[in-house]
Each structure stands twice: as structure tokens, then as C-alpha cells.
């Protein structure tokens, strides 16, 4: 799930020609006007911070479809007056599978379930913030590599490149790929690389 904030960035192509990028409205409705025109062309959206490739709704009018895509915080308040109490903690139920060692140990940690599992991720989230970003902009520049540049010769030895951190193999491997997707893999794959940007 792709899940949109106020600095969620997505990036369209038309082949390998970059087609637009920016908030997720303006680049929805940017290629939904496009497809409206040519329904047969191909146009790839990626959300720049996960390198997934995107989908969205294209039902309505343009208004529709961009303020299905704006990010909660921009919503209007509809929800009742506030009451005296906790405040909601905007939690998201969903799924999870463990083995039973690892229900048995929850079990025993002081807390419900949900709150152990905050607390676990939130201390990894901030144990090495800087690792974090790196894994980060690994995973988003190698999905998006083989989603758009996984034919391209080298590609495998520039995704070992960029979990090796070897900023100028690379920059090397890369080199001969088309310009616009190439261009935007080295801005995904940046923080990846200690001493500066691709």
C-alpha cells in the first residue's frame, strides 16, 4: 500500500522518457488526462520513496480523482466534537503472522500485543537512523531499477554496486542507460552512497 503524505513524491514515464513528476495528484491527473487521449499509451507512475510503481483511481471528474489522492492531514474535519479522554492515535489494524514462540513471547512482555510491536519498531526506527535511510534508498532505487531498467546491461552488477555502497561502479554501471530513468535511479540511490548525492 502506498500510503500518501505532504511529502510524498510519484514519478511518471512514458517509455524511458520521464513524463512527469511531483505531488500525487498533480502526476495523477497529469496522466490521466494523457491516457484520456491516448488510451493505449504506456505510462508508469513510482512513488519515489518506496521506487514501488503506483495506481490510482481514474472514476470522476479531474477534482475527484486529485482529492482522493491528497494527503489525510489536508482533509476537512468531519469528525464530532472532541470528547475528554485519550486522543486517537490514527492506528491502522491490519494482519500479522508470527510463529507461536513468538505469540508466547509477546505474551509475557508488560502490555497489550499492539503496544509491544510500536515499541520494537520504534526502537529500531530509531537505533540507526542513518542505516535506515541508506536501506531505504536501496530498496526504492533497486525496485525501481527492475521495474523500468532491468533489461538494461549491467543491471545486476549496478544493484550489487548500490548494496555495496560503491558510489563510482555505479556511477559507471549506469552510465550507457537511458538518460531520463538513469537520471532518476542515481536521485532514488543517493542517500545510499556515504559522501554525498549520485
Known amino acids: 500500500m502506498n500510503t500518501i503524505s505532504s511529502n510524498t513524491i510519484w514519478t511518471s514515464f512514458h517509455g524511458h522518457h520521464l513524463f512527469a513528476t ?7 491527473l497529469a496522466v490521466h488526462r494523457a ?14 520513496r518506496t521506487g514501488r510503481s503506483v495506481d490510482f483511481d481514474r472514476r470522476g471528474t479531474d477534482e475527484e480523482i486529485a482529492a482522493r489522492l491528497r494527503p489525510p492531514e489536508t482533509w476537512p474535519d468531519t469528525s464530532p466534537p472532541r470528547r475528554a479522554g485519550r486522543p486517537k492515535l490514527g492506528v491502522v489494524a491490519k494482519e500479522v503472522t508470527l510463529l507461536p514462540r513468538h505469540w508466547d513471547w509477546l505474551e509475557q512482555q508488560p502490555g497489550s500485543t499492539s503496544a509491544v510491536l510500536r515499541r520494537l519498531i520504534d526502537e529500531a526506527r530509531k537505533g540507526d537512523p542513518e542505516r535506515e ?14 521495474a523500468l531498467l532491468g533489461d538494461q546491461a549491467g543491471y545486476e552488477d549496478a544493484a550489487r554496486a548500490l548494496y555495496q555502497g560503491d558510489k563510482e561502479a555505479f556511477m559507471a554501471l549506469t552510465r550507457g542507460w537511458p538518460a531520463d530513468p ?6 532514488l540511490a543517493a542517500p545510499a552512497f556515504a559522501g554525498g548525492g549520485a
Open 133 to 146: 535511510t541508506v536501506r531505504q534508498a536501496q530498496t526504492a532505487a533497486d525496485r525501481f531499477m527492475q
Open 35 to 48: 491516457l484520456r487521449d491516448d488510451p493505449k499509451a504506456t505510462i508508469v507512475i513510482f512513488d519515489d
Open 22 to 28: 511531483g505531488a500525487p495528484a498533480d502526476v495523477a
Open 182 to 187: 538513469r537520471d532518476h535511479a542515481r536521485r
